[in-house]
Nanobody
Framework: VQLQASGGGLVQAGGSLRLSCAVS????????MAWFRQAPGKEREFVSV???????YYADSVKGRFTISRDNVEKMMFLQMDSLKPEDTAVYYC????????????????????WGQGTQVTVSS
C-alpha cells in the first residue's frame, strides 16, 4: 500500500485548505483511514479518523473546524480545514490501518501501518 498526501501550503489565519490522500497498490474500502500532524519539536499527534463504516472522530483541537471524508471508488481521503489557526502549522500525514473492518477506533500512531510522506501546512498570523 502506498499513500500520497497533497494539498498543503501557506495560508493566513482564518483561511482554508483541503488536503488529499491518494491510496495506491492496495485497497481502501475496508480500512480505517486517519490524519496525523507533527509540528516542529513536537510529537506526531492525532487529528482525525474516518472508519471503514464512515464514522468520523476528531481531536478536540480541530473539532468543528476540520472535516474528514473519503471516496472509496477513487481511493482518496480528504481533510477540509477551515478557520485555520497558526497552531495548526505542521506537517500533515495520512495513514491507513492494515487490519480490515476493524471494530475499534484508534487515535494513536501505533495502530496505523501505512503512512504517506506528509504535506506541509503553514498558517500565518
Amino acid at each position: 500500500v502506498q499513500l500520497q498526501a497533497s494539498g498543503g501550503g501557506l495560508v493566513q489565519a482564518g483561511g482554508s485548505l483541503r488536503l488529499s490522500c491518494a491510496v495506491s497498490r492496495g485497497g481502501m474500502r475496508s480500512y480505517d483511514m486517519a490524519w496525523f500532524r507533527q509540528a516542529p519539536g513536537k510529537e506526531r499527534e492525532f487529528v482525525s479518523v474516518i472508519t471503514w463504516r464512515d464514522r468520523t472522530y476528531y481531536a478536540d483541537s480541530v473539532k468543528g473546524r476540520f472535516t474528514i471524508s473519503r471516496d472509496n471508488v477513487e481511493k482518496m481521503m480528504f481533510l477540509q480545514m477551515d478557520s485555520l489557526k497558526p497552531e495548526d502549522t505542521a506537517v500533515y500525514y495520512c495513514a491507513q490501518r492494515s487490519n480490515p473492518r476493524s471494530s475499534g477506533v484508534l487515535t494513536t500512531r501505533g495502530g496505523y501501518d501505512y503512512w504517506g510522506q506528509g504535506t506541509q501546512v503553514t498558517v500565518s498570523s
